[in-house]
T-cell receptor, first 115, second 118 residues
Framework: AQKVTQAQTEISVVEKEDVTLDCVYE???????LFWYKQPPSGELVFLIR??????QNEISGRYSWNFQKSTSSFNFTITASQVVDSAVYFC????????????FGSGTKLNVKP | GAVVSQHPSWVICKSGTSVKIECRSL??????MFWYRQFPKQSLMLMAT?????????EQGVEKDKFLINHASLTLSTLTVTSAHPEDSSFYIC??????????????FGPGTRLTVL
């Protein structure tokens, strides 16, 4: 069975602090994709990144960076120098194979960035 | 990038009535669309997979007679909540799969529809 765990329910930081959101996944499949989405209060899911299981390279995009480690089945997301606009719920998700069918979402981490 | 729209963005209805939610892929054709449900402060759970021209596939525990799905064209899927009750109040999100071949396929999510049943 597939499962995505985001153990951090809610995190509060002060603006300019760095914050890491944890994501641990479970699957026996060798081919899969991992995603991070941001969900602001409006509700719309904003795509941030996707990674396939064969690409363990870490990625940096501006203030965002992702650390994918198959050895620990983790796909963590770090925001550097957080800003108030980063406040949202962040979801990690998993889908199997290349068909992009069912997405397994984690429970989400609510990030509060205070000025 | 590809865009998926949903209509309406929010709806309030009385208990016992039926509500239809539309999901459209605006600039690509989608053989497959998906319907998710999100309760307040919870995660998204897949309800069903909508297949163009055939019956939808429902996840375990989802009542297919209550949540009617129709995928009549390659750009439109509809979810009808029949005889809605307050416990059906939720945020419904659809997604559409863009098939470009192999590893380039991806899913795009709609903006969601907030349903409140009084």
């Amino acid at each position: 069975a597939q499962k995505v765990t985001q153990a951090q329910t809610e995190i509060s930081v002060v603006e300019k602090e760095d914050v890491t959101l944890d994501c641990v996944y479970e699957t026996r499949d060798t081919t899969y994709y991992l995603f991070w989405y941001k969900q602001p209060p409006s509700g719309e899911l904003v795509f941030l990144i996707r990674r396939n299981s064969f690409d363990e390279q870490n990625e940096i995009s501006g203030r965002y960076s992702w650390n994918f480690q198959k050895s620990t089945s983790s796909f963590n997301f770090t925001i550097t120098a957080s800003q108030v606009v980063d406040s949202a719920v962040y979801f990690c998700a998993l889908t199997l194979g290349y068909n992009f069918n069912k997405f397994y979402f984690g429970s989400g981490t609510k990030l509060n960035v205070k000025p | 990038g590809a865009v998926v729209s949903q209509h309406p963005s929010w709806v309030i209805c009385k208990s016992g009535t039926s509500v239809k939610i539309e999901c459209r892929s605006l600039d690509f054709q989608a053989t497959t669309m998906f319907w998710y449900r999100q309760f307040p402060k919870q995660s998204l759970m897949l309800m069903a997979t909508s297949n163009e021209g055939s019956k939808a596939t429902y996840e375990q525990g989802v009542e297919k007679d209550k949540f009617l799905i129709n995928h009549a064209s390659l750009t439109l899927s509809t979810l009808t909540v029949t005889s809605a009750h307050p416990e059906d109040s939720s945020f419904y999100i659809c997604s559409a799969r863009e098939e470009t071949g192999g590893s380039l396929d991806t899913q795009y999510f709609g903006p969601g529809t907030r349903l409140t049943v009084l």
